[in-house]
């Protein structure tokens, strides 16, 4: 299921999808968290957001294990290994913090729908939660590309 389409690495073809929402969803809960006033305006987005971009971040995930294994099958290894051994571990650890970063998201919605409020501190704690997952999924996902594009051009 998450080897091939027609050929193509199912990972060549949905790995975009996560590069797009893992960004687009901690900019949203930065901004979900920050400016509460904007919280009625964006909070479907970001609920989609929060359940769509795991799932996502999940599929390329196990994509790109079906690949690693069909190309470690096909005889890769040394430097080039190593460099996709450092890629799949910035990808897991993508999946893990933007899975933290939509549940932690959902919560807070769950919390805040419409025009409830949440005691001052419990609003404050969530938020910074919120904060520093979206940056540390963000580094991440940045991480995650930035290790792949080497294996492909420099591998």
Excluded at 29 to 34: L, W
Excluded at 56 to 75: A, H, I, N, P, Q
Excluded at 80 to 102: C, E, I, Q, R
Aim: net charge positive; aromatic share 10%.
């Amino acid at each position: 299921m998450f080897d091939q389409i027609n050929g193509l690495p199912v990972h060549v073809l949905v790995l975009h999808a996560a590069v797009v929402f893992v960004p687009l969803l901690a900019l949203g809960a930065i901004v979900y968290a920050v400016v509460p006033r904007w919280r009625l305006r964006i909070n479907w987005a970001v609920a989609i957001l929060a359940v769509i971009t795991p799932i996502t971040c999940f599929v390329t995930k196990e994509s790109g294990e079906k690949l690693y294994d069909r190309l470690v099958g096909s005889g890769m290894k040394g430097k080039p290994l190593d460099d996709l051994n450092k890629h799949m571990n910035f990808g897991t650890h993508t999946f893990w913090w933007v899975l933290a970063l939509g549940v932690v998201t959902l919560v807070m919605l769950l919390l805040t729908w419409g025009s409830r409020s949440l005691p001052m501190i419990a609003g404050a704690a969530g938020s910074v939660v919120m904060v520093v997952l979206a940056v540390i999924a963000g580094y991440y996902v940045y991480r995650t590309g930035d290790s792949g594009a080497t294996v492909v051009w420099k591998g």
